[in-house]
Every structure is written in C-alpha cells, then in structure tokens.
C-alpha cells in the first residue's frame, strides 16, 4: 500500500518549510520511499474523517497499510526504524541518534515556539515585551548548549541521523526570529542540513503546494 501523508492545504508560513509535514517528507526522501499527500484544510482538519486519524485535529499524519500514526517524532522515528538511511546500524549508536531527536522535540523546541507564542498570540498584552525578552534568553540559552555539544562536528554524533533531521528541522523554525543568525554553529549546520538533496525535494515539494495559484 502506498504511503500517504497528511498537509496543509495552505500552509501558515506560505511553504518557508515550517509546517512539520516537511519533517516526514524529509525523512521519506532520506529513506527513498514514494509517498502520497492528502491536503487538508484548516476545516478539514477539525472534522471526523480527520480526527479519526489525528485526534488533537493537527498534521501531519502517516499511514500504510493497517498503521496510523500522528507526531512527528512518532512517524519519523517509524521510518527510520523500518526502512533504514537515517539510523546508524549499531544499537548503542542508534540509541543515541535517538537520543537526539527527542532532545530537539522535547528540550529545544518547546523555547523556541514560545517565542511565536509571545509574538503572536501574546503580543498585545501590557508585560508583552518584557516576556519577549525572557523568551528569548531562553533559547539563546539552549542555543549555547547545543553549540558546545556540536562544537566542530558537522553532525551531531557521527553521520547525519534522524536526530540530525529532527534537530535541523526545529532549528529551522527560530529563523523567522533572528536567533539562529546569533550562532553561526548552528547556522552552518542547519545550512548543512538544508543542502542534502532529500531536504531539497521535501522543500520543493511542500513550496509547489503553497505556490501553486
């Protein structure tokens, strides 16, 4: 059965490569699997067809055969474990790259989207700038850290891994912010990631849809 995913009709970010469909399809073009994208609506996603899938009405979503899965992790995790390219063969290194991409869901991501949080749905309050500011510390800090883990390495523990994919992909989203331009580290690496072709597929791809007139 074909593998089919799920993503924004018309992506908030209008196709930047934000949206986290782009995290799966990223992962399929490593793997070299073909695929199929449902586009959804904002609408759509919050209707019974949909949430029968994803119950918190969000994308994306992966499913082959008898299997569904929603997050990110989740899915990308699922492909790596089942179709090889983005885990390393030995179990204690594998466990590690593992390692990493729940350290960039879990620890890295979260002070990053608060600072959309504080722009966006937060912006208009009266302490509005002074929460801005303590956002932003945080993920300088959690960016130091990173920094010093990488340090000269061009991946984050040996060949490029889905931790590698899943880190790049949250970095990715501190862009907009300016952040990422303070540590020319991690600058590069996230430049490193963008380069490989899987990434480049993904790109185009999701960019076609959010493009297309």
Partial sequence: MT????????????????????????????????????????????????LCVHPFGQIPTFEEDNLALFETGAIVLHIAQHYGGLLPEE???????????????NTVEPPILDVFVAKVLEGDKPWAEER??????????????LAACL??????????????????????????SGLLDEFPTLAAYVARGEARPAYQRAFEAQLKVNTRV
């Fill in 3 to 50: 593998i089919v995913i799920t993503a924004f009709e018309r992506s908030p970010d209008g196709g930047k490569g934000l949206a986290r469909d782009t995290r799966v399809r990223w992962a399929l073009e490593e793997a070299g699997l073909p695929y199929e994208v449902r586009l959804v609506s904002f609408t759509a996603m919050k209707e019974p067809e949909h």
């Fill in 91 to 105: 179990d204690t290194d594998q466990a590690r790259a593992i390692m990493w991409m729940f350290a960039a869901l």
């Fill in 132 to 145: 801005m500011v303590l956002v932003k510390d945080r993920v300088r800090a959690r960016f130091r850290q």
């Fill in 151 to 176: 340090g000269d390495d061009e991946w984050l523990d040996g060949d490029f891994s889905a931790g590698d994919l899943m880190m790049v992909s949250v970095l990715l989203r501190a862009r907009p």
